[in-house]
């Protein structure tokens, strides 16, 4: 009976991880596409950085980065490669890293305790 249990949560546990990578992906493909109408809206006049977008779009470079830690030029280098722009933005690194640190204060990631720059990962990741 234990044998047969073990194994069922083996599949479960299995499931959760294949399920999760599948959300994670369109997570990204997401994040993509709302980079891309953000990078329109600001092309077009319309301020379009919102800190909900911004959060999300950050959350979703950080679960696409797979298992390793990112800094925020690895985020801001990720989001170009994604299509969008910064253009009219100041300090993108500077709002990209309060995003960081915002999330880790929240607990939703984790900001590593040494080094310079600090990178940031999802929970068990570090």
């Known amino acids: 009976m234990a044998e047969i249990l073990q194994q069922a949560l083996e599949q479960i546990q299995h ?10 992906q369109l997570d990204v493909e997401i ?9 329109i809206q600001n092309a ?6 919102a800190e909900v977008a911004w959060t999300q779009l950050v959350r979703s ?5 797979e298992g ?8 801001r280098d990720t989001l170009q490669s994604w299509g969008y722009s910064f253009a009219g933005i100041q300090s993108p690194l500077a709002y990209i ?3 960081l640190q915002r999330l880790a204060e929240r ?15 999802r929970f068990g990741l570090q």
């Open 61 to 65: 470079v950080l679960n696409s980065a």
């Open 31 to 39: 994040a993509r596409l709302q980079a891309t109408a953000i990078g």
């Open 97 to 99: 890293n309060t995003v």
């Open 107 to 121: 607990g939703e990631i984790v900001r590593s305790k040494t080094g310079r720059p600090f990178r940031f990962a």
């Open 44 to 49: 077009l006049g319309q301020q379009a950085q």
């Open 68 to 75: 390793r830690s990112m800094s925020a030029a690895e985020v």
């Open 15 to 24: 499931d959760i991880a294949r399920k999760t990578h599948a959300r994670n």
